[in-house]
């Protein structure tokens, strides 16, 4: 198989996401813009070597183990992951509540582990999603070194509104950035979706370098930031010392100790 055809092959696979697991031909044949023959051919090589494969009732084509296997080969190579796997696991089931880790990616964060404890329960995997690094704990946690030039060329000074308290502006992500270097975590509250919040801290290496972020998260009735956030700011801190000290980080990603009731106010209503 020649280089073009490898990469129009990789390009047949991308069109495989959340929203759109699985296709017809012809709807492959839209999203790469190839023609019908040279994407029934790649198609039909994916089928054999099991990266895709055809479901016999629908006729639709979906992605193939030997896809999942080699995530999960990338996941099991990477440091970070093999230093936060059991970890976050057991912070998911000491809690209750939902336990991810993600590493930035361009201008998106990449979702490497993900653990739901039985308080905050999902029926599918954050391993391999992407997400906004305005709108997240995780995300402003690893964006929270990066000066306000650097989150510029990277981001822009206006930001996509998932809920009506998300972070919109350079300005304002900004001053959320400077209060989580001064107290070594991060909040979201309602910002990514409704009903769910999150606590998250960022993870270090050797270096000293933010290299990942892990969150506690789950639904508002789970987390109880109002009554909860120092306790959930110690753990996930302790969390990500635990992370950051198995990939050769000597201190503490906290840099004072957690205010009490900050959201006391904001979320009284409910």
Do not use: W
Request: aromatic share 6%; charged share 20%.
């Amino acid at each position: 198989m020649g280089t073009q055809s490898v990469e129009r092959a990789l390009l047949l696979l991308e069109a495989f996401t959340d929203q759109a697991p699985e296709h017809r031909i012809s709807e492959l044949v839209a999203f790469s813009g190839l023609g019908q023959s040279t994407v029934s051919r790649l198609v039909g090589a994916l089928d054999a070597l099991g990266f895709l494969e055809r479901d016999a009732r629908s006729g639709l084509y979906r992605v193939g183990h030997r896809a999942v296997a080699l995530g999960a080969l990338a996941l099991n190579s990477s440091p970070i992951y093999t230093a936060a796997r059991q970890v976050a696991q057991n912070v998911a089931a000491q809690t209750g509540l939902g336990v991810n880790v993600a590493l930035q990616e361009g201008a998106e964060l990449f979702y490497v582990c993900h653990f739901e404890g039985a308080a905050a329960p999902k029926n599918y995997d954050m391993a391999g999603r992407t997400g906004y690094l305005h709108a997240t704990g995780l995300g402003k946690c690893l964006l929270s070194d990066q000066d306000e030039d650097d989150v510029r060329a990277l981001l822009g000074t206006s930001y996509a509104a998932c809920t009506p308290r998300t972070i919109t502006t350079l300005d304002a992500l900004t001053e959320e950035l400077r209060t989580i270097r001064g107290r070594g975590y991060a909040t979201e509250h309602e910002e990514l979706a409704f009903g769910r919040s999150c606590i998250a801290a960022p993870i270090r290496d050797r270096s000293q370098q933010i290299v990942a972020a892990v969150s506690i998260s789950g639904p508002l009735t789970a987390i109880n930031l109002a009554e909860r956030e120092a306790e959930l700011a110690g753990k996930v801190i302790e969390t990500a010392d635990s992370i950051s000290g198995s990939l050769g980080f000597l201190g503490s990603v906290a840099a004072s100790q957690p205010p009490m009731g900050r959201f006391t106010e904001a979320t009284s209503s409910g």
